[in-house]
């Protein structure tokens, strides 16, 4: 009876997060606006209107809809391309650097916090002052220079942001490593000669995976948004690359012109997509950890 009991609480645990989730209307409603999103940017190449990247000098600055324009509803740029097909493969540069990002970022966050964690000693103190070091920085500032030492493309943006987040990862994961190895079933495994690759993987690994995907949840609003920040600012990504932030920058001259649509879309989908994410994140922590505070 009590095997039965062990095998189906991890079902039951899954179950009530579940039943926690749906109950947070914000969160699921977040939930559909990000799979809204991702699905923009999977199918891009089907539903643009036009190449996001060459330009038609013949269309250049034209209103949307709401002019009557339904061949480009949401008008087009200064050089004539079509705004809705570039934030539509926005929305694909800006998930597949915040995805990227973010793999990166638990990769080597993980391996740095369960090392340093579960060892102690000596190698916990060096990987924890290298971290301090990190985060000593002001993570925009921390990205400019890896950008500035690197050069510019979004590979390096991609890796410059990370660096940004696997200190803050590693930090998360030591903690929740720290409170884990001292429980009892941990201390048996090691009393009985376990392995430490098995204890680290059997047990430790599955008992943090609650608050270290919650934070990586909230970690990918804030790539997408740094990611704009370093497009908006000219670095890090090729500025003909449909990508929100450099689009928006772009268009900030000639909002003064009338000419407001080149700037306020690619404005709302970074606000839309940062607080999809940032809802997203908050509604997984209060179902699968709400005692955690992020």
């Known amino acids: 009876m009590s095997i039965n009991k062990t095998a189906q609480a991890p079902r039951s645990f899954i179950g009530e997060a579940f039943k926690q989730f749906r109950k947070n209307r914000l969160a699921v409603t977040s939930f559909i606006l990000v799979i809204v999103i991702m699905l923009l940017g999977v199918l891009a190449p ?34 004539g391309r079509d705004i809705y097909s570039r934030i539509v493969y926005g929305a694909q540069i800006s998930l597949k650097v915040g995805y990227t990002v973010i793999l990166i970022t638990a990769i080597f966050g993980t391996l740095f916090g369960l090392i340093s964690a579960y060892y102690g000693g000596m190698i916990d103190l060096i990987l924890m002052r290298i971290t301090d070091i990190f985060l000593s920085f002001p993570p925009l500032l921390l990205a400019l220079s890896v950008i500035a030492i690197l050069g510019t493309g979004l590979e390096n943006a991609m890796l410059a942001i990370a660096l940004i987040y696997i200190p803050q990862m590693a930090r998360i994961v030591r903690s929740s490593v720290l409170t884990v190895k001292e429980l009892p079933y941990v201390e048996a495994s090691k009393s009985l000669g376990a392995k430490n690759s098995f204890i680290i993987i059997g047990h430790i690994l599955p008992n943090i995976l609650a608050p ?48 407001w649509w080149v700037t306020v879309f690619p404005g709302i989908m970074i606000a839309l997509t940062v607080f999809a994410f940032n809802l997203l994140g908050d509604g997984l922590r209060e179902a699968l950890d709400p005692k955690m505070d992020v």
Do not use: C
């Open 212 to 259: 270290s995907v919650v934070y990586l949840t909230l970690l990918l609003a804030d790539a997408i948004l740094y990611t704009s920040a370093l497009g908006f600012l000219g670095i890090g990504i090729d500025p003909s690359t449909p990508e929100w932030g450099a689009m928006l920058s772009k268009g900030r001259d000639y909002i003064i012109l009338g000419q």
């Open 46 to 79: 089907l539903i643009a209107l036009e190449d996001p990247v060459n330009p038609s000098p013949e269309n250049r600055l034209q209103p949307g809809f709401w002019a009557g324009n339904f061949d480009h509803p949401l008008g087009t740029d200064e050089l």
